[in-house]
């Protein structure tokens, strides 16, 4: 039994790799999906692992969304510098 | 022939712009040169847009540029050492059965990320930890959150076989972790 358990059992390794899979909506086969259940069962470091990857996906998914607008003062800038270009290639 | 409008670039495209700097480069500062730079390129090159693309998609392909300039000039290009992707990074966070390494496994995550000020704290050190992933890794990564990729498109981008996607973006997900762990949620 114990030999049989064992072939079925993905390792921590595995785990991972499934979990990155199912993260990503990869279709797994039943035996993976039964592994990954068996294992997250017995594993808190793999249990660990697909809540702090959630929680990783996530931030990352806001990561973009994060990043102000550029001050008004500095677009000024840009406008003026476009407008003093524009102009100088008109005169040319 | 398609002709551009620069007196509409700055309000119309300067935020996008910038925001898209700001996530490729560290600081502010260096991302508001590098937009300027953008608009001056297009403008010395705008005779030349032959409106194939939208001026959009044009300034924002020279701020890609710019970009990838920078960080070939400041030499921390796209290429790394080979040795570095090539080592077997897994044996690092597992040993040889495939089970977690006493040091590397995943502890409890103890500080919360409660409201902006401290989730803009966190994306600091989440920029850290992607600096610090391999070139391949982290272009996966950017791809995946910054361009909102699909899998598949990232490989047709990056020439990577199917396999090697799921092994690169694993191992830049297992160092991603163990980095955060270590530089926000650990104290």
């Known amino acids: 039994m114990g030999k049989h358990l064992h072939h079925l059992m993905p390792c921590c390794k595995d785990v991972t790799m499934l979990v990155e899979k199912r993260l990503q909506q990869e279709p797994l086969t039943w035996m993976q999906r039964l592994g990954l259940k068996f294992h997250l069962l017995l594993c808190v470091y793999c249990r660990r692992y697909v809540k702090q990857t959630a929680i990783m996906h996530r931030q990352l998914q806001e990561y973009r969304e994060a990043f102000t607008a550029p001050n008004e003062q500095v677009k000024q800038q840009w406008e003026a510098l476009v407008a003093a270009y524009l102009k100088n290639d008109k005169d040319l | ?187």
């Not at chain 2, 409106?51 to 890609?64: D, P, Y």
């Not at chain 2, 495939?98 to 995550?109: I, L, Q, S, T, V």
């Not at chain 2, 762990?181 to 650990?186: G, I």
Request: glycine share 4%.
């Open chain 2, 1 to 187: 022939m398609t002709t551009c409008n620069p007196t509409v670039w700055v309000k119309l495209y300067a935020d996008e712009l910038f925001k898209f700097a700001c996530s490729r480069v560290s600081d502010t500062g260096l991302a508001q040169d590098l937009v300027q730079d953008t608009f001056l390129s297009g403008l010395q090159a705008m005779h030349q847009f032959r409106g194939e693309s939208s001026e959009k998609t044009w300034l924002l392909a020279i701020l890609k540029n710019k970009i990838n300039d920078h960080f070939r000039m400041a030499g921390k290009a796209a290429i790394t050492t080979l040795d570095m992707e090539a080592r077997d990074q897994q044996l690092i966070f597992f040993n040889e059965k495939g089970h977690w390494r006493k040091e590397m496994a995943p502890r409890p995550w103890t500080t919360d990320i409660n409201d902006k000020a401290e989730q803009a704290d966190f994306f600091r050190i989440l920029r850290t930890c992607m600096d610090k992933l391999t070139s391949l890794g982290k272009a996966v990564i950017q791809h995946k959150y910054l361009d909102e990729k699909k899998s598949a498109d990232i490989c047709k981008d990056l020439s990577l076989t199917s396999s090697n996607y799921w092994v690169i973006i694993h191992r830049a997900r297992l160092q991603l972790r163990a980095c955060l762990e270590k530089n926000w949620f650990s104290n």
